[in-house]
């Protein structure tokens, strides 16, 4: 069964660095997602994307964030500057691209964020 | 404020029990509402449910939504200790043309057993 992959599975960088944590969709879905887990915390949406623009994007989502698809296959979020507060579990999500709303989202497997 | 509320947020049962976990959701422009499973990772999917009072099944599995009093439950059966996990509830909603996004309750933890 295809599945939503991401990399890496750890990043641990220094406050004020600069992560790009990527993700490969399921082929043939068009709606992409990020979403975020600070530990203990719920799983709170960040940003939604399709046609190569965000289509939506959540409070947490501010000027540090940044999405992007360089091609066609990759999918990835970009953090300008973390700060310790953005230490999290990140994941990545997709859906079919049916325009109904029956597909649910797919979830990648996720990549943890340590920011020191 | 949330939007999407799950009672309880932890249970702890024994293998065979049977367990009901409640998700009632407040949300303009509502699609579905989600079921997933979150182990150590990834949410895997369980159920969407996008129309009232029609039971999705899966093995010992099932859920019910409610649209008119907006609240959904999952039902578990003879509960494994492969139950044991987060069980998320999410609401999708969409605005005028957007694609929908999925909002999360705060998940329950269960825990079962042997």
């Known amino acids: 069964e295809p599945e939503v992959t991401q990399t890496p599975s750890h990043q641990v960088t220094q406050m004020g660095q600069e992560v790009i944590l990527r993700c490969v969709p399921i082929s043939n879905h068009l709606y992409f997602y990020w979403y975020r887990q600070i530990l203990g915390q719920k799983v709170e949406f960040l940003v939604s994307f399709y046609n190569n623009e965000i289509s939506e994007k959540s409070e947490i989502f501010d000027d540090q964030f940044s999405v992007e698809r360089p091609d066609g296959s990759n999918f990835t979020l970009k953090i300008r500057s973390t700060k310790l507060e953005d230490s999290a579990m990140y994941f990545c999500?997709?859906?079919?691209?049916?325009?109904?709303?029956?597909?649910?989202?797919?979830f990648g497997n996720g990549t943890r964020l340590t920011v020191t | 404020e949330d939007k999407v509320v799950q009672s309880p947020l932890s249970l702890v049962v024994h293998e065979g029990d049977t367990v009901t976990l409640n998700c009632s959701y407040e949300?303009?422009?509502?699609?579905?509402l989600l079921w997933y499973k979150q182990e150590k990772k990834a949410p895997t999917f369980l159920f969407m449910l996008?129309?009232?009072?029609i039971e999705k099944k899966s093995g010992r599995l099932s859920s019910i939504l409610d649209k008119k009093e907006l609240f959904s439950i999952l039902n578990i059966t003879a509960t494994q200790t492969g139950d044991s996990a987060v069980y998320l509830c999410?609401?999708?909603?969409?605005?005028?043309?957007?694609?929908?996004?999925?909002?999360f309750g705060k998940g329950t933890k269960l825990s079962v057993k042997p």
């Open positions: 999410g609401s999708l909603e969409n605005y005028g043309g957007s694609q929908g996004n999925l909002i």
């Open positions: 949300v303009t422009n509502f699609r579905s």
């Open positions: 996008t129309s009232s009072g």
């Open positions: 999500a997709s859906r079919r691209e049916a325009a109904s709303f029956r597909s649910p989202l797919h």
